[in-house]
């Protein structure tokens, strides 16, 4: 992708810069990128990651702004988790590709931070752990690409989602997610062999859904199949 930076291995520190009127602010292949300070000018991706196993934290990003009538975006074409892995509050959170969390790695999901899925292509699987751990003030969004009313017009066509725009939230018998205040929405689509038409499945883990809300799924909020399920406060 044609991008300001390219980042493909080892450190790098981007701080109180301006990238300006390219496709991708910084396109990283691999951990680790900081970014802060700085101002996405025209800019439609802040940050690119493509698809690959991931260990580790492979950004930060904080104290950012941008120029332009078009947010920003973090692009996740997708992503293999193998190790401990944050997703921070920084822009919005496009994934158009599958995220899987592999048994014994844990996807942490901080306060504050809003993930879109583009249309029948963002799913989660999980095998291991997903820690979604929104706050009363900073709840956790999942929702679709063309929800405006999560951090903005991010896909610039000014739409409004209908239910099942994304796959959703697959959870397997080696799995456990936990979310905590957060919101899940738009998902269970488009067809049944992902999610079963649920914004989340549980096929056979743990699945903990607290001070939550799921809604305007193709189906059914939350299906359950198999394992644990507990709805607490939502």
Known sequence: AESGIKHNAGTTTVTGSKLAHSP?????????????????DTVRAALSIPGGDYSSD??????????????????????NVVGG???????PYVISGTITVNQGATLTINPGAIIKGSYAQALFMINGTLNVAGTIESPVIFTAANDDTAGGDTDGDGGV????????????????????????????GPDYAY????????????????NSETSFAAESGIKHNAGTTTVTGS
């Open 24 to 40: 991708v602010g910084i396109f990283i292949i691999a951990p680790f990128v900081s970014v802060t300070n700085s101002v996405f």
């Open 58 to 79: 492979i950004f930060t990003a904080s104290g950012n702004t941008y120029v332009g009538s078009q947010p920003p975006i973090i692009s996740i074409s997708g992503m």
């Open 85 to 91: 892995v944050t997703l921070e509050n920084s822009f």
């Open 161 to 188: 989602p209908s239910p099942g725009h994304w796959k959703g939230i697959r959870v397997e018998p080696t799995g456990t997610a936990r979310f905590n205040h957060a919101a899940v929405r738009y998902g269970g």
């Open 195 to 210: 999610t079963e038409f649920a914004n989340l499945v549980n096929w056979g883990g743990t699945l903990e859904f607290t």
